[in-house]
């Protein structure tokens, strides 16, 4: 854990203790700002992997929002418990209770653009103030409300400015190492960057979280938009580029993102770099857990080996997987892959009529008759037949009605994810 989360850890469990305990006096004691401290204490230790942490953050927010409401006007003369109203608004709190304290501040101890602009936010109407909240950014750079502020601004212009939203993302995380307002941030930069195909800076912050956020809750976004990432920008993103962010993983998880790629590169037609993840995902087997997952790698790996590989290997591969081993999902996708190599496999009917003319003589043989034939044309008398083209054409439109099928049934079981 960071020096930053560690800062206030002892005084803050000493706190969290008051809390649970009860203790009227101590509970007397507890300014809104010490309270703030031991909210930001568990909800860092959230972003950090302890998720135990998750009731503990529900309870003190619950405590924080009746202390708030209880508290004498005269307390919100002290700016620290002004700014740990601000931050338990932005933290998860509940709104309205930012709007029933700044409704009784007569003193003005609550700067009226945040509150403003924190309304608006709150009700989906960020856009309204961007411009005023851009200019208070720097203004409350160094304050204990800055870090906040940059990731609502950074929100707030998600879809408007990217450019702008990535530097807001940036001065949070600076701003605030170690803290769940780092995590979000990271993860949110790394959700533009893939969504705006910035590659070089998708796969910076990829490493940086998974250096410093591996455990988080949210991680499973992380791995989401990383596999996306890596998936949608095939070749621009390198097997080197890869194992430098997932090395960094035990190897359970690296093999889980893995699996995630070769799935996802199958579906989307690379065949190498499905083979290439479902490769990396079986070399990890041994060192994971037994969770029935390890059948995964080879079925990704032989179902992309289809269209250009030992087709008739690669279907025995997956035939010989358990029913039982395979999700739904998984099991729809070996049908549509058995499919698929059936229609590769199969040789079209064609009549004999369409590869002999006349008595013996093969079309090959009158086309190097014919001194006038044109090259890959048929001479007259060795038009084509009318029952062969049938033929063909039934061949044509079967295979593309069982792809069709495969299509909808992709559809239907959800496998674009």
């Known amino acids: 854990m960071t020096r930053h989360s560690q800062r206030f850890r002892f005084p803050s469990c000493l706190l969290i203790g008051a809390l649970l305990c009860g203790n009227a006096a101590a509970e007397d004691e507890l300014a809104p700002y010490k309270v703030v401290r031991s909210l930001q204490f568990v909800q860092d230790s959230v972003a950090q992997g302890d998720h135990s942490a998750g009731e503990m953050q529900r309870f003190i927010l619950e405590t924080m929002d009746e202390r708030l409401r209880a508290a004498p006007v005269s307390v919100f003369d002290d700016p620290r418990n002004v700014d740990a109203a601000l931050v338990y608004a932005m933290s998860g709190g509940n709104p309205a209770t930012l709007e029933y304290l700044v409704a009784r501040d007569i003193e003005g101890n609550f700067d009226s653009r945040v509150i403003d602009a924190l309304r608006k936010y709150f009700d989906g109407q960020g856009a309204l103030v961007a411009r005023s909240l851009i200019d208070m950014v720097p203004e409350y750079r160094d304050t204990r409300i800055g870090a906040y502020l940059a990731l609502v601004a950074g929100n707030i212009l998600l879809g408007s400015n990217v450019n702008e939203a990535l530097s807001f993302f940036d001065q949070a995380r600076l701003t605030a190492p170690g803290t769940i307002i780092e995590e979000a941030a990271l993860r949110r930069s790394l959700a533009i960057s893939v969504e705006s195909n910035l590659v070089p800076r998708a796969l910076a912050m990829a490493n940086r979280y998974v250096r410093r956020f591996l455990h988080s809750p949210y991680a499973s976004q992380f791995a989401d938009l990383f596999v996306q990432l890596v998936v949608a920008n095939d070749g621009a ?26 799935r996802r590169a199958t579906l989307a037609g690379r065949s190498d770099l ?144």
Do not use: C, W
Not at 237 to 262: N, P
Not at 289 to 301: H, I, K, W
């Open 237 to 262: 993103v390198t097997h080197d580029d890869i194992a430098a962010t997932l090395e960094m993983m035990d190897a359970a998880r690296a093999r889980e993102i893995y699996l995630r790629i070769a």
């Open 274 to 417: 499905a083979r290439h993840a479902a490769a990396e995902a079986e070399a990890r087997a041994s060192a994971a857990p037994d969770d029935g997952r390890e059948v995964l790698g080879s079925l990704y790996g032989n179902v992309a080996a289809i269209p250009s590989g030992d087709v008739a290997s690669a279907v025995k591969a997956i035939d010989d997987i358990p029913d039982d081993q395979l999700s739904e999902r998984d099991r729809a996708l070996r049908d549509a892959a058995r499919a698929v190599a059936e229609q590769i496999m199969q040789t079209p009917a064609v009549p004999a009529s369409h590869t002999q003319v006349g008595q013996g003589n093969t079309v090959d043989e009158q086309v190097k008759d014919d001194p006038v034939a044109a090259p890959g044309q048929t001479p007259a008398g060795g038009a084509s037949d009318p029952q062969a083209d049938d033929a063909y054409q039934s061949f044509v439109e079967r295979g593309r009605s069982q792809l069709d099928a495969i299509d909808a049934l992709l559809k239907q079981k959800g496998m674009s994810r």
